[in-house]
């Protein structure tokens, strides 16, 4: 990319140059290399030498632009996001702990130990804008080409989850006093004189809102959403009124996004739960302890046999499990450049027996009366495998930050979900690389044993 980028997601506003490298070939004289002193075995020694990091600067090195400041090393920020990932760690986190660990600094391209921070936590963000969800696609990518022939399977196994938003729990009452504040903040940053603010009352509204479920206190729990509802529409009409023409159309969307949180009902569709986050679904999954879900819907795609994530998708939209498919195998034939023959599914798929040349299998109540025993017990089987997706999702909300997801829009849950993928398959590729190290080593203690026994 020449010249000045686009005021986009993908690219930044302020112009920035390609990272200048330092010249890693001659030792220092006085601090030694993080090569010489570290432990070679330990995961992360392990995953940096794994790792295509060339790659990662022919991909990312067009999005910079030939005027600005230098920017940061490539690698270190790629290895940012890895380790926030793989450490469950927020931006601040992970650059505390860089300054720590020398692991972490090895990992991320340093040759000996630094003492200050990698960069703000801010650039970690601005870098997630820059690489966009396509960037992060990249980056997945080469965690499945790690495992080589493992995640070229014609089988797979597919589900959703949903990537649930960092909001808080969306009620009525909570919208129309955050729709109150909202007003008051936008009065005053154009410096409009408000008739009446309410900075005591919407407190004490909103406590007596919150009581709802108690039986004495129901009634003045409706008549205080009431108030709060009417309040925030006051306050919105009369910020509208009073701000001049130039100033309408900056603010035009947030405007009309008050008019749709205020004006909706409860069986409407497509409705508002979060004012900063006005593209969050509710989703219901049929749990028992969490009977409705607030975030984005996420198809994720699983090799069979060895359990390599090859698809990771978000939609913004609430789909029926079924109509993912579509995209989420298009995605896996663009990352690993094969197209599954077979999907196995659960029930929630039903109704799509084939989605382009792939053969979707879900199970059945009887089965086939042409199937033979053996074939039974094939699709059996195959079903029992199904379930092994169930424990890779409860890891990827657990342990690598799809549980609560805190980047921003519909990008953010993109970005969030393709790293958390990426995380996993990491993690996958150095355990199975450590039981063949480790069933190795036995194989030859067991041998030498052998050969030290007496005739």
């Known amino acids: 990319m020449t010249g000045k980028p686009a005021r986009t997601p993908g690219n930044p506003v302020k112009p920035v140059m390609p990272p200048t490298l330092p010249d890693n070939t001659q030792s220092q004289f006085l601090l030694q290399d993080l090569s010489t002193q570290l432990d070679a075995t330990q995961e992360l020694c392990r995953l940096k030498a794994g790792l295509p990091w060339t790659e990662f600067a022919v991909a990312f090195g067009p999005l910079y632009s030939p005027e600005g400041r230098p920017a940061k090393p490539i690698q270190r920020m790629v290895g940012l996001l890895l380790l926030k990932q793989l450490r469950d760690l927020s931006d601040e986190a992970v650059c505390a702990q860089w300054a720590e660990n020398p692991y972490f600094q090895y990992f991320c391209g340093e040759r000996v130990f630094q003492w200050g921070p990698p960069c703000e936590p801010s650039d970690l963000v601005h870098f997630r804008h820059r690489l966009g969800p396509a960037g992060m696609e990249k980056i997945f990518a080469v965690s499945i080409a790690l495992h080589g022939a493992k995640a070229r399977e014609s089988a797979v196994v597919a589900d959703t989850t949903v990537q649930e938003k960092a909001i808080q729990h969306p009620t009525d009452a909570r919208l129309y006093r955050k729709v109150a504040q909202a007003a008051v903040r936008l009065a005053a940053a154009e410096n409009l004189p408000l008739r009446r603010s309410y900075r005591r009352t919407l407190p004490r509204l909103a406590f007596t809102a919150a009581q709802r479920r108690t039986p004495t206190q129901k009634k003045a729990a409706r008549r205080a959403t009431r108030q709060l509802k009417t309040i925030a529409g006051r306050l919105r009409r009369e910020v509208a009124r009073k701000l001049s023409p130039a100033a309408q159309a900056p603010h035009a969307a947030t405007l009309a996004l008050w008019q749709r949180a205020l004006a909706q009902k409860k069986t409407d569709q497509n409705k508002i739960y ?132 805190f980047l921003r829009g519909s990008a953010g849950d993109a970005i969030n979900l393709l790293l958390a993928a990426t995380a996993a398959n990491l993690r996958l590729w150095l355990r199975t690389a450590l039981f063949w190290r480790r069933a190795l080593l036995a194989w030859l203690r067991s041998l030498l044993a052998m050969v030290r026994q007496p005739c």
């Not at 090859?310 to 989420?328: C, I, K, Q, W």
């Not at 009366?369 to 092994?388: G, L």
Request: glycine share 12%; aromatic share 6%; hydrophobic share 35%.
């Open 274 to 405: 979060s004012l900063h986050e006005p593209q969050v679904c509710c989703i219901g999954k049929g749990k028992a302890h969490k009977k409705w879900e607030f975030g984005a819907k996420a198809s994720v795609l699983m090799t069979k046999t060895g359990g390599v994530l090859v698809g990771a998708h978000s939609f913004p939209e609430n789909r029926y499990d079924g109509d993912t498919l579509p995209e989420a195998l298009a995605q896996t034939e663009r990352l690993t450049g094969a197209r599954p023959a077979v999907v196995i599914a659960d029930r929630g798929y039903r109704g799509r027996e084939l989605v382009g040349a792939t053969r979707v299998v879900i199970p059945q109540a009887g089965g086939p009366d042409e199937e033979t025993p053996a074939q039974r017990r094939h699709r059996r089987a195959c079903f029992r495998r199904r379930a092994a997706i169930e424990p890779r999702l409860g890891h990827l909300k657990s342990d690598y930050r799809l549980g609560r997801n």
